[in-house]
């Protein structure tokens, strides 16, 4: 599952990427620096991992991550191949969701092809191009569904019908998103437009910048999108301090948050995501897992033995653990359970599996 970072060229994607990485992908006042997309995994932190750790003295603890991807800027008539065109498009196809960076910090230094700083038109922009690819998309597969259908094909004939009506929202500027299309029958075209999407307004730093915000939040809204507002020029200088430091200075700067850690929280939430825990005396570890996973699935995510050879997952609830205060105290009480391999693991469940092979 990854998250890709797409917007206009030279909005500050790159510097966002390594606010989030430390990864130190290039970041240059010139539109296209980013060509061939970077990855990077983003850890997220999370208190319940140190709580964990105390109660079994583990060794070590491991932080899950989401894979986020920096792609290439994109500009209008993108669809129809300008600026780095359909190579970007085709980057943006096979991500999960997309997180969708706005400018919205003035610097007249730094160039800004939208021409003004207006982030519903930059947004726009954006989406236009998502659309028209889309559009095009959807027009090759009907084409080539149109003769199985007439065959009788019944299958066929269903997708032949979403088609239709997913064309027509198009030509209408909406995105999949807000129609109503089954997903199933839509999954193979890969549609732009169906992928989950967040804002990030990229914001200067200690700029108050309502007047620019409030339109973003208003698009927003309509689309149930987050918007998540942070300087990610400060963000990524932030990151170049060491650890110590960094706190304080988030501390003296009256950050409660950093815009980073809700950042990616948004991420998991948009992808769909829930995470579980395994704790003992080695490690303790957060595992992402999409929402409605099976136990069973859940071991094999830790290791292909563990799902073949699955017995029993004994689970208990880090809620409880807060709550009644150790593992202990958990057991005597009858919270710690045994599940079978249909048991769908919930954010916040502590599991430990076992398995024969
Ligand atoms: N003043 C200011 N400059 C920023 C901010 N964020 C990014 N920049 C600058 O904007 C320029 C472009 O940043 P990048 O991160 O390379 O932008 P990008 O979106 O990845 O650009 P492309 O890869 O060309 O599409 C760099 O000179 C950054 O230092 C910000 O919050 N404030
Ligand atoms: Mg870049």
Redesign the pocket.
């Known amino acids: 599952m990854e998250i890709g970072i797409v917007?206009?060229?030279?909005?500050?994607?790159?510097?966002?990427?390594?606010a989030l990485t430390g990864a130190g992908a290039?970041?240059?006042?010139?539109?296209?620096?980013?060509i061939e997309p970077n990855v990077g995994i983003v850890p997220l932190a999370d208190p319940r991992l140190n709580r964990l750790a105390q109660e079994w003295e583990s060794a070590k603890i491991t932080p899950s991550g989401i894979r986020f991807v920096?792609i290439?800027?994109l500009v209008k008539g993108a669809s129809q191949g300008e600026g780095l065109g359909n190579k970007f498009l085709s980057n943006i196809r096979s991500v999960d969701a997309i997180c969708h960076?706005v400018r919205c910090?003035h610097?007249e230094?730094?160039v800004n092809v939208a021409g003004n700083l207006n982030p519903i038109y930059a947004a726009e922009i954006i989406e236009t191009e998502l659309l028209l690819a889309d559009l095009q998309q959807a027009q090759k597969g009907y084409d080539r569904l149109l003769k199985v259908a007439k065959s009788g094909d019944k299958l066929a004939q269903e997708k032949v019908e979403m088609l239709d009506i997913a064309i027509q929202g198009f030509n209408q500027g909406r995105s999949v998103r807000s129609q109503q299309i089954d997903p199933k029958l839509i999954a193979e075209f890969e549609f732009l437009t169906a992928k989950p999407i967040l804002y990030v307004a990229?914001?200067?730093?200690g700029e108050v910048c309502d007047d620019l915000l409030d339109p973003l939040k208003e698009l927003a809204k309509k689309e149930n999108a987050k918007v998540v507002t942070l300087?990610?020029?400060?963000e990524a200088e932030i990151l170049e301090l060491p650890d110590e430091e960094r706190a304080t200075y988030y501390e003296s700067a009256g950050i409660t948050s950093p815009g980073l850690a809700t950042l990616a929280k948004a991420g998991q939430e948009l992808l769909g995501l829930v995470c579980f825990f395994t704790a003992g005396p080695t490690e303790t570890r957060a595992w992402l897992v999409a929402q409605g996973t099976k136990a069973v699935k859940a071991a094999g995510k830790i290791h292909t033995d563990i799902e073949r050879g699955f017995i029993r997952a004994e689970v208990y609830r880090f809620a409880d653990l807060e709550k009644y205060g150790s593992y202990q105290a958990l057991k005597e009480k009858n919270l710690v359970s045994l599940e079978g391999k249909d048991y769908e693991i919930q954010d916040g469940d502590v599991v430990y599996f076992r398995f024969s092979v």
């Open positions: 917007g206009l060229p030279n909005v500050g994607k790159s510097t966002l990427f390594n290039a970041v240059e006042n010139f539109p296209f620096t980013t920096d290439a800027g960076v910090f610097d230094n730094i990229n914001t200067g730093e300087c990610t020029k400060l």
